[in-house]
């Protein structure tokens, strides 16, 4: 378990508890890779684990048969998948997906829901945490009704970078077309004024960060205010 503890800085949610609540929970908690395109959670399907991401990114995709995964939310090292169980839901309306491949801790739902009622200060943070996605999902909402397609992958490749490892986005156009809900030929044409502008590169499916203010500048206001609302929420 040390080198759990040891990694345990890596998850902001976990290193923001009081510490005999962080020791009780990683005490739980086992090592997990987080490896691309696994499905941690199904929607209307109980959760089995909550995961705490290290590294890599989780999306929350909807999904139905009469169009392709969209992506709607996502989680890094800031967060959790399963903050709901805090709010004595076990049943996702979502499904999570890893869209960049990490490493993360997870802990048993049955397990999580014990240690929630001896631990005031998970049970905060998750509800937070749940809030906070809330408004990811108020801003997505937004994001997709009012603002151009180029503002919004400006936005999905800052929130990407953010909980990434390197300056290197493993991210196709087709891959992106699906996050954003829109044609791939769309995709392209914003990708390619980012790219003339120089804020990013792009070759063989892997986008490269060349410049995060330049991208925050081209980004619509959802990426400021969702930075705003976890800061809120998780204030040192
Ligand atoms: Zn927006």
Redesign the pocket.
Known sequence: MSNISLKSASNKLIAGLPEVESQRLLQRCEPVELTFGSILCEAQMPLQHAYFPLSGLISLVTDSSDHKPLSVAMIGNEGVLGATLALDVSTPRLRGVVHGSGAGLRIKASRLNRLLRDSPGLQSALMRYAYVLMGQLQ?TA??NS??EVE??LA?WLLMAHDRADSEQLPLTHQFLANLLGVQRSAVTIAAGKLQRKELIGYSRGQVRILSRKGLEAA?????GMQIRDYALQFAD
């Open positions: 801003q937004t994001c009012f603002h503002m919004r936005r980004s619509c206001e959802c990426y």
